[in-house]
């Protein structure tokens, strides 16, 4: 398997991504009072830290709100996954309670003011990339699409719109903004992709040692790493 962001490096060459591959998972369908502490003095941390400061002056959500313009996306209700972690943060509105998995590295996007974003490794299919919409493109939408329709529903993405995708679906429409219904990590997933983005802004290396502490400490298993930049756009990652 391999990871290709190619098509996106001449516009966007300081896109940088991690691709951290974790096996022999046993995640927990609930929060571990371990867990919930650490998120907790994270939380309290980021409104220190930022507390007082527009989301527009924070280093690592402006950069991504550059991103999206220079990729035509300029409505206020899309924004970058930190961003909004970021902005319920500030409000005093705790992360979202999902499993002991997507809880950790929730608290990793926060910390780091970086992008993060995990798929079933077994609901993965071929190769991954960072690339442009294609036509075809096949994108489900669990919240209910760009009206906020009750159920999932198929949402392609536009013409010019960056994504992630699969070699059969796309996994996450605008870069990073929703993610598809199709490929969530759940408590009954053994293997996961984590995918930690920075574009300009933001320690990778940091973020990338952070998560791999918290995925073994809260759900067990091994993880490897592979880095994709502008100099190397194509890594192999399994």
Request: aromatic residues 6%; hydrophobic residues 40%.
């Amino acid at each position: 398997m391999r990871l290709d962001i190619s098509e996106l490096v001449a516009a966007f060459p300081d896109f940088r991504v991690a691709a951290v591959v974790a096996e022999d998972l046993a995640i927990r369908p609930d929060r571990p009072a371990e867990l919930a502490a650490l998120i907790e003095t994270r939380e309290a941390e980021a409104r220190r830290r930022w507390g007082g400061t527009e989301l527009s002056e924070i280093p690592g959500v402006a950069a991504w709100r550059r991103a999206y313009r220079a990729f035509g996306i300029k409505k206020t209700s899309y924004r970058s996954s930190v961003e909004r972690l970021v902005k319920n943060g500030l409000a005093e509105r705790p992360l979202p309670v999902i499993n002991s998995f997507v809880d950790a590295y929730n608290a990793v996007s926060l910390t780091h003011v970086l992008p993060l974003g995990a798929d079933d490794l077994d609901r993965v299919t071929g190769d991954l990339a960072f690339r442009y919409a294609r036509p075809g493109d096949s994108f489900l939408d669990m919240a209910g699409g760009e009206d906020g329709g009750a159920g999932p529903v198929e949402d392609p993405p536009k013409e010019g719109e960056v994504v992630y995708a699969d070699a059969s679906k796309v996994l996450c429409r605008r870069w990073n903004w929703r993610q598809d219904g199709r490929s969530l990590v759940t408590p009954e997933s053994h293997r996961a992709i984590v995918t930690l983005q920075t574009n300009g802004e933001g320690d990778l290396d940091a973020a990338i040692a952070d998560l791999l502490q918290l995925i073994e400490r809260f759900s067990g298993g091994v993880a490897r790493v592979a880095i994709a930049d502008r100099d190397r756009p194509v890594v192999t990652i399994a």
